[in-house]
Protein backbone atom coordinates (compact mmCIF):
# COMPACT_ATOMS: atom_id res chain seq x y z
CA UNK A 1 0.00 0.00 0.00
CA UNK A 2 2.42 2.49 1.22
CA UNK A 3 5.35 1.42 -1.79
CA UNK A 4 2.35 1.84 -4.43
CA UNK A 5 1.57 4.67 -2.78
CA UNK A 6 5.08 6.32 -3.21
CA UNK A 7 5.56 5.11 -6.05
CA UNK A 8 2.38 6.91 -7.40
CA UNK A 9 3.40 9.76 -6.05
CA UNK A 10 7.04 9.94 -7.79
CA UNK A 11 5.53 8.84 -11.20
CA UNK A 12 3.22 11.85 -10.92
CA UNK A 13 6.33 14.38 -9.69
CA UNK A 14 8.80 14.62 -12.91
CA UNK A 15 12.63 13.88 -11.75
CA UNK A 16 11.61 12.69 -8.57
CA UNK A 17 14.13 11.64 -6.32
CA UNK A 18 14.10 8.18 -3.74
CA UNK A 19 13.77 8.70 -0.67
CA UNK A 20 15.05 5.54 0.31
CA UNK A 21 18.23 7.03 -0.78
CA UNK A 22 18.84 8.98 2.41
CA UNK A 23 21.53 8.25 4.98
CA UNK A 24 19.56 6.74 7.80
CA UNK A 25 17.78 9.58 10.51
CA UNK A 26 17.62 10.37 13.63
CA UNK A 27 14.45 11.95 15.17
CA UNK A 28 14.54 15.82 14.58
CA UNK A 29 12.29 15.84 18.29
CA UNK A 30 13.00 13.73 21.24
CA UNK A 31 10.30 11.38 22.12
CA UNK A 32 8.47 11.88 19.06
CA UNK A 33 6.42 8.76 18.01
CA UNK A 34 5.38 7.46 14.27
CA UNK A 35 1.79 8.28 14.64
CA UNK A 36 2.42 11.59 15.92
CA UNK A 37 3.90 12.48 12.26
CA UNK A 38 1.53 13.21 9.31
CA UNK A 39 3.10 13.15 5.81
CA UNK A 40 1.91 16.80 4.54
CA UNK A 41 4.78 16.29 1.84
CA UNK A 42 2.10 16.78 -1.21
CA UNK A 43 -0.19 19.28 0.69
CA UNK A 44 -0.50 22.31 -0.94
CA UNK A 45 0.23 25.61 1.77
CA UNK A 46 0.04 29.04 0.78
CA UNK A 47 -1.08 28.61 -3.00
CA UNK A 48 2.69 26.20 -3.14
CA UNK A 49 3.30 22.49 -2.57
CA UNK A 50 4.18 21.83 0.76
CA UNK A 51 7.34 19.51 0.06
CA UNK A 52 8.29 19.23 3.55
CA UNK A 53 6.84 17.87 6.83
CA UNK A 54 4.92 20.09 9.99
CA UNK A 55 5.43 18.19 12.99
CA UNK A 56 3.54 19.85 15.77
CA UNK A 57 5.19 20.66 18.81
CA UNK A 58 4.75 22.83 21.57
CA UNK A 59 7.26 26.40 21.50
CA UNK A 60 10.82 26.11 22.95
CA UNK A 61 10.70 22.25 21.97
CA UNK A 62 14.70 21.70 21.56
CA UNK A 63 15.19 20.59 17.14
CA UNK A 64 17.60 18.08 16.93
CA UNK A 65 20.31 17.31 13.82
CA UNK A 66 19.02 14.78 11.64
CA UNK A 67 22.07 13.89 10.81
CA UNK A 68 25.64 14.18 11.17
CA UNK A 69 26.90 17.37 8.87
CA UNK A 70 27.22 20.87 8.48
CA UNK A 71 25.28 24.09 9.25
CA UNK A 72 25.49 25.52 5.68
CA UNK A 73 23.20 28.87 6.25
CA UNK A 74 21.67 30.33 8.66
CA UNK A 75 18.67 32.36 7.40
CA UNK A 76 15.74 34.09 8.12
CA UNK A 77 13.19 34.37 5.12
CA UNK A 78 9.23 35.62 5.67
CA UNK A 79 8.10 32.57 4.95
CA UNK A 80 10.07 30.08 7.13
CA UNK A 81 11.41 32.91 9.55
CA UNK A 82 14.62 31.27 11.18
CA UNK A 83 16.03 28.55 9.33
CA UNK A 84 18.90 26.25 9.09
CA UNK A 85 20.55 24.54 6.37
CA UNK A 86 22.17 21.37 7.18
CA UNK A 87 24.70 19.50 4.80
CA UNK A 88 25.04 15.97 5.31
CA UNK A 89 28.89 15.09 5.82
CA UNK A 90 28.87 13.22 2.39
CA UNK A 91 26.96 17.20 0.92
CA UNK A 92 24.82 15.23 -0.57
CA UNK A 93 21.66 16.32 1.22
CA UNK A 94 20.69 19.54 2.56
CA UNK A 95 18.62 19.07 6.14
CA UNK A 96 16.42 21.87 6.47
CA UNK A 97 14.63 23.31 9.52
CA UNK A 98 12.32 26.22 9.75
CA UNK A 99 9.60 28.34 12.27
CA UNK A 100 12.69 28.63 14.79
CA UNK A 101 12.07 30.24 17.55
CA UNK A 102 16.07 30.33 17.67
CA UNK A 103 19.05 28.99 17.53
CA UNK A 104 21.00 26.65 19.85
CA UNK A 105 23.72 28.82 21.62
CA UNK A 106 27.04 29.47 19.24
CA UNK A 107 25.76 27.42 16.12
CA UNK A 108 27.09 29.50 13.61
CA UNK A 109 27.32 28.90 9.68
CA UNK A 110 30.41 26.46 9.24
CA UNK A 111 29.73 24.53 13.16
CA UNK A 112 29.67 21.11 12.34
CA UNK A 113 26.78 18.86 14.26
CA UNK A 114 26.55 15.10 15.16
CA UNK A 115 23.30 13.20 14.81
CA UNK A 116 21.13 14.23 18.02
CA UNK A 117 22.86 17.32 18.83
CA UNK A 118 20.27 20.17 19.73
CA UNK A 119 20.61 23.11 16.92
CA UNK A 120 17.33 24.98 17.69
CA UNK A 121 13.96 25.50 19.40
CA UNK A 122 11.15 25.45 17.43
CA UNK A 123 8.63 28.07 17.14
CA UNK A 124 6.39 29.99 14.97
CA UNK A 125 8.38 32.47 13.16
CA UNK A 126 7.81 33.43 9.65
CA UNK A 127 4.23 32.38 8.18
CA UNK A 128 3.47 29.96 10.74
CA UNK A 129 0.10 30.15 12.96
CA UNK A 130 1.55 31.84 15.86
CA UNK A 131 -1.21 29.54 17.80
CA UNK A 132 0.30 25.97 16.24
CA UNK A 133 4.12 26.20 16.49
CA UNK A 134 5.50 23.74 15.01
CA UNK A 135 8.98 22.47 13.11
CA UNK A 136 9.11 22.30 9.29
CA UNK A 137 11.33 19.80 8.01
CA UNK A 138 12.60 19.21 4.73
CA UNK A 139 14.93 17.54 2.51
CA UNK A 140 16.74 18.30 -0.79
CA UNK A 141 18.74 16.35 -2.82
CA UNK A 142 21.58 18.89 -3.81
CA UNK A 143 22.27 19.42 -7.37
CA UNK A 144 26.57 19.60 -8.78
CA UNK A 145 26.54 22.92 -7.64
CA UNK A 146 25.67 22.41 -4.38
CA UNK A 147 24.08 25.58 -3.84
CA UNK A 148 21.64 25.38 -0.24
CA UNK A 149 18.88 27.49 -1.72
CA UNK A 150 18.31 24.83 -4.81
CA UNK A 151 18.02 21.01 -4.91
CA UNK A 152 15.36 18.67 -5.73
CA UNK A 153 12.83 17.95 -2.79
CA UNK A 154 12.12 14.89 -1.54
CA UNK A 155 9.40 13.36 0.86
CA UNK A 156 11.24 12.55 4.16
CA UNK A 157 8.31 10.75 5.85
CA UNK A 158 9.04 7.24 5.00
CA UNK A 159 12.93 7.49 6.42
CA UNK A 160 11.82 9.40 9.44
CA UNK A 161 9.44 7.02 10.46
CA UNK A 162 11.92 3.73 10.73
CA UNK A 163 13.71 6.21 12.85
CA UNK A 164 10.93 6.79 15.13
CA UNK A 165 9.26 4.29 17.74
CA UNK A 166 5.77 3.05 16.78
ZN1 LIG B 1 5.43 23.54 6.65
Known amino acids: MIRAGLALACFAALGCVAATALPRLVSPIKGLKASDVR ?24 VHAV ?9 LSKAGGNTIYEFDDAQEYCF ?4 LDRYAPDLKEGTHVRAG ?3 AFAGST ?5 TAPHLHFAVNKLGPG ?3 WKGEPLDPFSKLVEALPQ
Open 96 to 99: YYAH
Open 39 to 62: DTYNEIHNGHPHEALDIMVSRGTP
Open 117 to 119: DVI
Open 126 to 130: GNADA
Open 67 to 75: VSGTVRKLF
Open 146 to 148: QEW
